[in-house]
């Protein structure tokens, strides 16, 4: 199972590295859906299921999101913080398992925003929290993967948003 684990968080890396590196909302989500359904079972194999279930509804959320960029609402977000606040306290066993939730909660808000700039920052906030989180369930592609995440936010947001800025 642990080997199997790795294998799935790598696909999971892979996507949402990839994810961040999008000029295009839509083409963020679709990754990031992509991603969270590994990152999903990734948590599920290793029992960390606080945040296999927060992957379930990001998953969700992304789906959503993207089909209602034009018409979405404040409600979509607080529908979905809701619903990550009850799962989450539901399945929460220690202060540990708070962590994924409170992600959670930044990448609904960060996801629901329209400028990629902001959700540029999110993943970098995000990438810092479960830094920790990965570490000590053990679930070591994702900890790499949030050094990834943290530096290519950082590339993405010199690359995206500093170098267009100072051009304008």
């Not at 799935?8 to 890396?13: A, N, T």
């Not at 296999?52 to 509804?57: G, I, K, Q, R």
């Not at 943290?150 to 051009?167: A, F």
């Amino acid at each position: 199972m642990e080997v199997l684990s790795y294998v799935v968080g790598i696909l999971g890396l892979f996507f949402w590295v990839a994810s961040i590196q999008w000029k295009e909302k839509s083409k963020i989500l679709k990754s990031q859906i992509i991603a969270s359904i590994f990152f999903a079972i990734q948590y599920f194999l290793i029992g960390a299921m606080t945040a296999a279930y927060m992957n379930l509804v990001s998953t969700v959320r992304a789906y959503i999101y993207d089909k209602q960029e034009e018409k979405k609402s404040v409600y979509s977000l607080l529908i979905f913080v809701s619903i990550v606040l009850i799962i989450g306290g539901i399945s929460c066993k220690d202060w540990l398992n708070c962590i994924p939730i409170v992600a959670s909660i930044v990448y609904s808000y960060i996801t629901w925003q329209k400028k990629t700039k902001v959700i540029r920052i999110g993943f970098l906030i995000a990438g810092f929290l479960l830094l920790y989180f990965n570490y000590r369930v053990g679930a070591y592609v994702s900890f790499i993967g949030n050094i990834f995440e943290i530096i290519s936010s950082i590339i993405s947001i010199y690359r995206l948003d500093m170098v267009k800025s100072e051009k304008n």
